[in-house]
């Protein structure tokens, strides 16, 4: 079984303010670090290649990604989808597993992982794994159906 969630709004202004926002942010760090070309050529255009790599990483993460939320056999998979490529973040054995429960918001979890876009976590979802005698804790917003699945799928292991 297999979702994907992706940004509710991708606002054209927000994308295009962002863009330009960086670009006068590295012109500003190009006209800082032409007074120090004549001496370090070479590190000043890597700070710059740095930083419209950077920049570019950020907007595609932020804006153009996905969420694929998979269940395999005996497995829970999240990846990160950017274009056709995609990203393991994090892989849970279901034996691992030990709930799946509603976000109230009434509580205060310090989450080791977020699978979701915004900061409302209306509809979101909090799983509890151990790995190694640890707690760990992640927020994803999948369908009810996926959510029987998973917990169908606990209860059988």
């Known amino acids: 079984m297999n979702e994907i969630v992706e940004r509710k709004e991708k606002s054209f202004f927000k994308i295009f303010l962002s863009i330009i926002a960086i670009a006068i942010l590295i012109d500003f760090v190009i006209f800082l670090a032409n007074k120090y070309t004549a001496k370090y050529p070479y590190v000043t255009n890597i700070i710059v290649i740095f930083m419209v790599t950077l920049a570019c990483s950020g907007i595609l993460i932020k804006y153009f990604s996905k969420y694929s939320y998979t269940l395999e056999d005996d497995e829970l998979i999240f990846h990160r989808l950017i274009g056709k490529r995609n990203f393991k973040m994090l892989s849970i054995k279901l034996d691992e597993l030990s709930s799946i ?8 979890y310090n989450f080791n992982y977020k699978f979701v876009f915004d900061k409302s976590f209306e509809n979101c979802h909090v799983g ?11 927020l994803f917003r999948p369908s009810q159906s996926f959510v029987s699945e998973v917990n169908r799928k606990i209860s059988t292991n």
């Open 101 to 108: 429960k509603p976000y109230s918001g009434n509580e205060k």
């Open 128 to 138: 509890r794994y151990h790995r190694k005698g640890k707690e760990y804790l992640f």
